[in-house]
């Protein structure tokens, strides 16, 4: 199998990677020569990816931990660096959470939200700093969102989280300019997943979108925004006044769970 040049040696670890974003990311960095270490709560599906790297010339590694618990994570960095060596790039993508919805507004999912998205990025950044500080070189990515542009509608939780990643990203930029540690913020828009049967507008398919966001990675952009046709809407949606902006928003939530 060819595999695009890059810069050897990166041990890459991925939060997140038992599906989704995270899983493809995976696969394609992997694919790229990264050697990765692939995280997550589930330890089947991480078996069965590094199963399917490895069959591809990849070499991966499967460790298990919430993002949210500081120590299993420090616990599960431990076990990537006996294994292969200190993490020189992290992909903070693990992510995501539940509607937020007024009529039964729920505390304890706002919170659980912001937790898995904030805080576990900065959980997964705390575990490979001081290393990457100590040698003069890493690269810290984390998965954000378009949904950090705006508040969206029943998107109060999801997008607060978003917001709150891209600025603690912008800030760590600043911070470590001039240390060797580059760091680079995604922020996709709708990817559509593989087995997805509906035909959406704006939603980009899933390997493509991995596709794309492994190549910003691997050259270490500060920032990727993607699909462009989304990137545009939400460009000019930003531009509105909120008078206007919450008329053309209005009751384009995601429906109730129930």
């Known amino acids: 199998m060819n595999r695009p040049k890059q810069t050897p ?20 960095l992997a694919r790229r020569g990264d050697t990765v270490a692939v995280l997550a709560r589930r330890r089947a599906e991480l078996e069965a990816l590094v199963a ?17 618990d500081r120590a299993a ?32 507004y729920d505390g304890q999912t706002v919170e659980d939200t912001i937790r898995l998205n904030l805080i576990g990025t900065a959980n997964a950044v705390g575990v490979v700093l001081d290393d990457m500080l100590a040698q003069g070189r890493g690269h810290l990515v984390a998965m954000g969102s378009l949904a950090a542009l705006r508040g969206l509608p029943t998107g109060a939780a999801y997008s607060a989280a978003k917001a709150g990643v891209a600025n ?22 709708f990817v559509a997943k593989p087995d997805s049967k509906k ?28 699909p462009a ?28 769970d129930g």
């Open 52 to 68: 399917r790297i490895t069959d591809d010339g990849g070499r991966a590694m499967a460790v298990t931990a919430d993002v949210t």
């Open 229 to 256: 046709s989304l990137v545009f809407a939400a460009n000019i949606l930003r531009l509105l006044p909120f008078s206007a902006y919450r008329r053309v928003m209005a009751g384009q939530g995601r429906a109730t």
């Open 9 to 28: 040696g990166e041990v890459t670890l991925i939060t997140g990677a038992s599906q989704g974003i995270g899983y493809g990311l995976a696969r394609e």
């Open 168 to 189: 603690f990203m912008e800030s760590l930029a600043i911070d470590l300019w001039q240390t060797g540690i580059d760091v680079t913020l995604l922020e996709p828009g």
């Open 199 to 226: 035909k959406r507008r704006m939603r980009m398919p899933m390997d493509i979108a991995t596709q794309r966001m492994a190549s910003a990675i691997i050259a270490r952009r500060r920032h990727w925004r993607g």
């Open 73 to 104: 994570l420090a616990e599960a960095a431990g076990q990537i660096r006996s294994t292969f060596g200190p993490i020189t790039r992290l992909v903070a993508n693990a992510g995501g959470g539940q509607p937020t919805h007024v009529a039964h």
